[in-house]
């Protein structure tokens, strides 16, 4: 059994940056070992999804020891997402065949991470104007949950997850700003990080099953995502993470896109339309706060 020195280190930064920002290790690690170290798409994800479920309930237990598990929502979603999840690797892996498995992970994981930028930039916006996921008086205070729609939510986001790995994290937690607006960000977090324990189970069984689970690959990952995820807390308690969700998000746009299958030209033409786009928003924003300053002076 070896470890592979350059994907622990790849799960070091990943580690980071899900310390940093909260993002879901899936939608950065699985895209990292298919376009960076040539690892095939079904592999990678059944790796993924067997490290995460060795790193998920750390982070639950700090959740449910500060109380902002909402154990209502947890049963709701787990209901859901946990059969999803399995049935999403059992129709993978019978519905198609040889390559064509790799080909339709491939493509999914591609679709799921552009739809993941998309669900970062839906949160930054609803934070920022409705001011969702704020500090509620009473975090103990009886929550009105929604059966049916968070399973419906639990059920899509576990499918999901069962074909790529990605989803637990930055989907269900768009999701449920929407649904929950009340809700703190950390109850969000921490809800999402224990619901995640069984559905993150269940897809990982299901690919040991049927999948392409790799011992030194999953090994590699944790060894580094580990001192990552607590290096990337300890940072994130200390300043704001605006720029590198951005980054990250960058990152993502980009790799969504190759694994779709754009040329790499158009990515890059693509991805300089959109830096363009944030430099013009940014300096747009600046003078925009800097005006009053000097009106005021």
Known sequence: MHIDGLVALAGLVVGVAVGLTGMGGGSL??????????????AAVSSDLVASLIMKPAGALVHAGHRTV??????????????????GVVVLTHVAHGKAVQNVVQLALGSVLLLCVLAVIVRSLIDRRAGI??????????????????????????FVLGITSTGSGTLIIVMLLLLYPRLRGSQMV???????????????LAHLFFGD??????????????????????????????????????????SGLRLVGLPTLETGIVLLAVLAGIALWALARNSRLARPVAEAA
């Open 190 to 204: 921490g809800t999402d990080l224990t619901q995640a324990i069984p559905m993150v189970g269940s897809a990982a």
């Open 70 to 87: 909402r154990w209502g929502l947890v049963a709701w979603l787990a209901l859901g997402s946990t059969p999803a999840a399995f049935l």
């Open 29 to 42: 690690m699985t895209p990292i070992l298919v376009l960076l170290f040539g690892v095939q798409p079904l």
């Open 133 to 158: 996921g704020a500090s509620r008086p009473d975090d103990a205070a009886p929550l009105r949950v929604r059966p049916l729609r968070t399973l419906a939510i639990g059920a899509g986001v576990g």
């Open 213 to 254: 689970f790799r011992l030194g690959l999953t090994l590699s990952i944790v060894v580094g995502s580990i001192p990552g995820v607590l290096i990337g807390s300890l940072l994130s308690s200390r300043g704001g993470t605006r720029f590198i969700r951005v980054a990250l998000c960058v990152v993502l746009l980009a």
